[in-house]
């Protein structure tokens, strides 16, 4: 079955630099948009970044655009989202999805098929 397992979260002070891993199984992953959501407590999942499946195309949320990137490693099966700056308002749950239906690169969470069981990150003052 599908998998994706994201790693790389944890406590950070605010201004420090933190990169997030998404591993994908169980699917043809060259062929799948890939995207990053987030979720803080209380508040709806928001949506971050995404990358089309031949990594050619980017997308970005409000919120981190101009201070993130996207990346993917088909031979690993491994999306990355790198944040900069980050700020005590990043903290929240961090999950990555893959839209195999699509080429690229949606920003609605109902877009994506399968998801991730997320990523803690706590931003400290």
């Known amino acids: 079955q599908v998998q994706l397992v994201e790693s790389g979260g944890g406590l950070v002070q605010a201004g420090d630099s933190l990169r997030l891993s998404c591993t994908a199984s169980?699917?043809?992953?060259?062929?799948?948009?890939m995207a990053w959501f987030r979720q803080a407590p209380g508040r709806d999942r928001e949506f971050l970044a995404a990358?089309?499946?031949?990594?050619?195309?980017?997308n970005f949320g409000d919120s981190v655009k101009g201070r993130s990137t996207i990346s993917r490693d088909d031979a690993t099966n491994t999306v990355y989202l790198q944040i900069n700056s980050l700020k005590p308002e990043d903290t929240a749950d961090y999950y990555c999805?893959?839209?195999?239906?699509?080429?690229?690169?949606?920003?609605?969470?109902?877009?994506?098929?399968?998801w991730g069981h997320g990523t803690q990150v706590t931003v400290s003052s």
């Open positions: 169980g699917l043809t992953f060259s062929s799948a948009a």
């Open positions: 990358i089309s499946w031949s990594g050619q195309t980017t």
């Open positions: 999805a893959a839209d195999l239906q699509r080429h690229c690169c949606g920003s609605d969470w109902y877009e994506y098929d399968y």
